[in-house]
């Protein structure tokens, strides 16, 4: 069983369109993120969600719209996608109080 | 103020040999230093971490050194494998800040 399973593993879009990149944890954890991962291997947070509530976003255009229907699940739905959003975008939970993350294996955006 | 600068980008090192990459923080309020490794294609994956009441951490062939006072922290690869070949990352937080900022990487390659 995966720990943090993201969906789908790749996609390839056209300028323009909407995406949406589905997250789901079974270890039980109480926060759930959302990096971007561009083309150096740079590894920049977007969001974090703590019990569902959102606590971080960090100045992600609003574009972006994540959502978490449970503890265990946290969406990503992009509108009108530009090509700077080409990258690697990985999910990610973790517990608060421990510090450690647990990946998904990432959803690699493509725009054209 | 909430940087963590890695260093250095890429490292080539003989099979045998000690890896070392080396990261610097300024945020006094990280309490929490992971490691993580990637090989292309997955996600990072917590390797070793520690905080700052110990100056160092050892688990099989990879060891955390930690300097308090420099605000610095290094990663060394004891022994190092072909099978080591992947990105690392160090990594701080702080307990209740819902974020973990991530290093730029290092590309380690080790060579037969």
Redesign the interface.
């Known amino acids: 069983d995966t720990a943090?399973s993201q969906t789908p593993k790749y996609l390839v879009t056209q300028m323009g369109n909407d995406k949406s990149i589905k997250c789901e944890q079974n270890l039980g954890h109480d926060?759930m993120?959302w990096y971007k991962q561009d083309s150096?291997?740079?590894?920049?947070?977007m969001f974090?969600y703590?019990n569902k509530e959102l606590?971080?976003n960090?100045t992600v255009p609003n574009r972006f719209s994540p959502k978490s229907p449970d503890k265990a699940h946290l969406n990503l739905h992009i509108n009108s996608l530009e090509l700077g959003d080409s990258a690697v975008y990985?999910c990610?939970a973790?517990q608060?109080?421990t510090?450690?993350?647990?990946?998904?294996?990432?959803s690699r955006l493509t725009v054209l | 103020q909430q940087q963590v600068k890695q260093s250095p980008q890429s490292l080539i090192v003989q099979k045998g040999g000690i890896s070392i990459i080396n990261c610097a923080y300024e945020n006094t309020a990280f309490d929490y230093f992971p490691w993580y490794q990637q090989f292309p294609g997955k996600g990072p994956a917590l390797l070793i971490a520690i905080r700052p009441d110990v100056s160092e951490k050892k688990e099989g062939r990879f060891t955390i050194s930690f300097n308090k006072s420099a605000k610095q922290f290094s990663l060394h690869i004891m022994d190092s494998q072909p099978g080591d070949s992947a990105t690392y990352f160090c990594a701080a937080s702080y307990t209740g800040g819902f974020k973990t900022i991530f290093g730029a990487g290092t590309r380690l390659f080790v060579k037969a």
Do not use: P
């Not at chain 1, 510090?99 to 990432?106: A, C, K, Q, S």
């Open positions: 943090v926060t993120y150096k291997k740079f590894l920049k947070i974090s703590n606590i971080i960090e990985f990610a973790g608060s109080n510090g450690e993350l647990f990946f998904g294996e990432g």
